[in-house]
Nanobody
Framework: QVQVVESGGGLVQPGGSLRLSCAASGSVFSIYVMGWYRQGPGKQRELVARGFSGGRTDYADSVKGRFTISRDNARNTVYLQMNSLKPEDTAVYYC?????????WGQGTQVTVSS
């Protein structure tokens, strides 16, 4: 069993910044990808950013240049630095951890961008 726990969400004004953290623990074997997805009100869950063990990263076009994903492999932790936040970034952000034995999701953390 793998536990995935996110933290760092909250309320921020447009143009502000937030940093999300996600830590995986438990029976963690051969993590090959850690990433962030989000689901806004009335929308489907979508990829925000993900980082592969080999170093490759993917970003949604809507966050390129504003968000940065980083990993601490020794701690099985992934971060999402979000800058220049916009109201349309409002969503529940979910962490995903993919391993050789399957994938696991966190419970989600709310990010609200509003003045």
């Amino acid at each position: 069993q793998v536990q995935v726990v996110e933290s760092g969400g909250g309320l921020v004004q447009p143009g502000g910044s937030l940093r999300l953290s996600c830590a995986a623990s438990g029976s963690v074997f051969s993590i090959y990808v850690m990433g962030w997805y989000r689901q806004g009100p009335g929308k489907q869950r979508e990829l925000v950013a993900r980082g592969f063990s080999g170093g490759r990263t993917d970003y949604a076009d809507s966050v390129k240049g504003r968000f940065t994903i980083s990993r601490d492999n020794a701690r099985n932790t992934v971060y999402l630095q979000m800058n220049s936040l916009k109201p349309e970034d409002t969503a529940v952000y979910y962490c995903y951890v993919g391993t050789s034995r399957g994938g696991w999701w966190g419970q989600g953390t709310q990010v609200t961008v509003s003045s």
